[in-house]
């Protein structure tokens, strides 16, 4: 997803507003820019491609000054990696116009105004805006009515902000399903995609709403619903600091995002279990109602989040005996679904906004089902404010693209809904004492496991200079294992699959030779025999096969543990590699288009 910073302010704002696009570098993007109202009344443009520290460069030989400007790190959708493409996009010399998402009917619209005699200088979609705005300002409309007169034309998901050379007194934004979030700060506002990029001004935060349009000066904001409506949102004040968004002593934020993991791992146990008891009244009022009716759960994830969701299922079934399907959200919008009755609708999402399992959850709540459960990262996002029962996982801010504190607390939070529902269907106070017991320990069992980085060190040594692995699993060990392939490829470029151990010999077999790693997930369990098996392993390691001692974990929260050596083993590989490990080529943090 790309980046957004807007503000206005008595001051220069200039540096509010790289300093924002640095603090957003962790979405990825291809290209950078600012637009800016200077002192003389003029927009004052600067964009490149690359990265904004080049942007930086570019601003320092030719300087910008301004109260009100926006700027924008660009993924590139429509056109190529070209500084023609770089948002901002101008209008007439007045209107400048920043965009996340995709307007989808922007060609019909462009026709029309390339009739009118506008000139496109670009291949975006995001120049239809700015024209469009810049028609209906030229016909009479101040900019706010001019705004909302474009976003209803368009259709898709974006966020747009727009400024006016002839009106720098306000900033006009919308959202439609892409996230937007106001600063507030003492005589002048801001707006950005995300949090981290204003922390460094302000913990003072308003979440638009889906539809919501707002008007920003440096006095107030204004914000008005999809009817026209004005409407008040509330002022959050955000425990995120600076510093969390910092690497601190670690080389990259995914590391310190390895290590922050049994910190995360205990908060999110905060609220949710006590006594050696879990609360499900802590997802929500109507939490008692729907677990009890619950006869059947329908889990919606992509990526990392969907691979919690898998290992979700070994656990509902096994602990509560709750049929559970784990679906792709991609997939599950676009099939005809057979909704069993009784059935309880579950989203996984680190951001809350991710626009295939939003969409899902959209059409989930169109569908029959009894009602919908949201884990997520983010405590107001879309998903969150539109389900019936939240829990959140309190991995804190993740600035890292793979995501790794935000899985394993997904984990522990989907465990937790497991017991949950075993509760409701007469889990005898005993074996909760003793599940429970084993949930607790989840945290340190992964701070020994963090022991295991000078090791796994060492192994990646083995694995940098090769093109493809191997990742075996059984049972919900399988899961992690895809996670671990993941990581892999995310971070190094490696190309890895994964496969249940038992299929090693239905066709992965044949690719194995001495340059294809073979990375098996082996806990100490009823499955280990079957898995020497499989890897036709005698009670001795064969000759070249390296064995990782993992620390004691029960076979309920060895998921959870053995996640953390296959992080650093893919960490080390990548810094072997010298990629780009905090922000993997291709790839973003938060996927809110198709």
Known sequence: MCGIVGAIAERNIVPILIEGLRRLEYRGYDSAGVAVVGNDGQLGLCRTTGKVAELEDKLGQSPLKGRVGVAHTRWATHGGVTEANAHPHLSGGRVAVIHNGIIENFQPIKDELVAKGYEFQSETDTEVAAHLVYDYLAQGDNLLDAVRKAVKKFQGAFALLVIDSEDPERIVVSRVASPLVIGLGLGENYVASGVPALLP??????????????????????????????????????????????????????LKEIFEQPAALADTLYGRVASHTVLPQSLGPQAAELLDQAEHIHIVACGTSYHAGCVAKYWI?????????????????????????????????????TADTLEALRLAKRSGYIGTLTICNSAHSSMVRESDLVMMTQAGPEIGVASTKAF?????????????????????????????????????????????????????????????????????????????????????????????????????????????????????????????????????????????AMPH??????????????????????????????????????????
């Open 201 to 254: 001004v302000t913990q003072r935060f308003i979440y638009l709403d889906q539809g919501d349009i707002a008007e920003i000066t440096r006095e107030e904001v204004n914000i008005f619903d999809a009817d026209g409506n004005v409407v008040a949102r509330e002022v959050h004040e955000t425990q995120w600091d600076t510093e969390s968004a910092e690497k601190g002593p670690y080389r990259h934020y995914m």
């Open 317 to 353: 079934e096994s602990l509560a005996g709750v049929p559970c399907q784990v679906e792709i959200a991609s997939e599950y919008r676009y099939r005809q679904v057979v909704v069993p009755k009784n059935s309880l609708f579950v989203t996984l999402s680190q951001s809350g906004e």
């Open 408 to 548: 394993t607390t997904q984990l522990l939070s989907v465990l937790i809904v497991s017991l949950m529902l075993a509760r409701h269907r007469g889990l005898t106070e005993a074996c909760e004492k003793d599940f429970v017991s084993h949930v607790y320990r989840a945290a340190s069992a992964c701070e020994e496991a963090l022991g295991m980085s000078e090791d796994l060190k060492h192994l990646a040594e083995d694995f940098s200079d090769k093109q493809h692995t191997l990742f075996l699993g059984r049972g919900p060990m399988w899961p992690i294992a895809m996670e671990g392939a993941l990581k892999l490829k995310e971070i190094s470029y490696i190309h890895a699959e994964a496969y249940a151990a038992g299929e090693l010999k239905h066709g992965p077999l044949a690719l194995i030779d001495e340059d294809m790693p073979v990375v098996v997930v082996a806990p100490n369990n009823e499955l280990l025999d079957k898995l020497k098996s499989n890897m036709q392993v005698g009670i001795e390691p064969e000759p070249g096969m390296k064995v990782i």
């Open 553 to 594: 974990a029960d076979r309920l929260i060895a998921p959870i543990v053995y996640t953390v050596p296959l992080q650093l083993l893919s960490y080390h590989v990548a810094v072997l590699k010298g990629t780009d490990i905090d922000q993997p080529r291709n790839l973003a943090k938060s996927v809110t288009v198709e």
